[in-house]
C-alpha cells in the first residue's frame, strides 16, 4: 500500500536559520532561474535535482537548503509563471480591461512556459505572485457586481476560459519544440497526412487549407 503523503507548501516552509559554516554561494533566485531555463528548454520530465545541481555547478544538498524537495521547487518556478503576468489596479482599469489583462497575461505566461500547464490547476497557487494576481481579479469582479459565490464563480469563469484556451495551444507548442524535427517540416508533415485523414471531410479539409494563409501568431491572439 502506497505511503500517504501530505502536501507541505514552500511558503510555509520554516525561515532556515543561518548556518554555523558558510554555505555555497548559491541564492533561491539562482536557483530558480536556472530551473525555469531547463523546464523550458527541455520540459518538465527533464527537471531532476541532480541535473539542476549539475546545471549550476554544485552539489544537490545546495538546493535542498532552500527547498524540501522537487515538489517546492516547481511551486517556486510556477509562481515565477504567475508574476509575468501584470494586472493593472482594477480601480483605474476598470473591471473589464482588469479582466481582459490577466487573461491574456496569463495565456501569453503559459506559452513562453509550456511546462507550466501542468501545473496550474494540480499544484496549489500560494505564491506571493499567484495570490496578487487572484487578489486583483477578484477585485476586479467585485467592482462588476459580484458578490459571495457568485464573486468566486466569475473569478474562476476567467481563469477557467483562459487555460481551456490556452492548454491546447500551449501543449502543442510544447510538442513540436520536444520535437528533433525543425518545425517547418513538422507542419509539412502534418499537412501531408492531413490531406489523407480527412479526405472525406471536404468542408473541414478547405478550413484548414483557409487557416495556412493566415498569420498563426494574429489569429491566436
Sequence with gaps: ???????????????TPKPVR????LSRDQIVRAAIELLDSEGLDALSMRKLGTRLGAGATSIYWHVSNKEQL???????????????DPV?????????????????AMLRHPWSVMLIGSMPSLGPNALAASSMLTDAMELAGFTGLTLD?????VLSYTLGATTPEASW?????RSAVDQGEWM?????QLQVAAADHPKLLARYTDYEKLDRDQTRT
Excluded at 74 to 88: F, M, R, T, W
Excluded at 92 to 108: I, S
Excluded at 188 to 192: P, Q, Y
Design 74 to 88: 516547481l511551486e517556486l518556478a510556477l509562481d515565477e509563471v504567475y508574476g509575468e503576468v501584470q494586472v493593472p
Design 22 to 25: 558558510e554555505q555555497p554561494a
Design 1 to 15: 500500500m502506497p505511503t500517504k503523503q501530505t502536501f507541505t507548501s514552500v511558503w510555509s516552509r520554516p525561515a
Design 92 to 108: 483605474k482599469a476598470g473591471w473589464r480591461d482588469t479582466a481582459a489583462v490577466f487573461a491574456y497575461g496569463l495565456r501569453n
Design 153 to 157: 464563480y466569475a473569478v474562476g469563469a
Design 173 to 177: 507548442m510544447n510538442t513540436i519544440g
Design 188 to 192: 509539412k508533415n502534418l499537412r501531408e
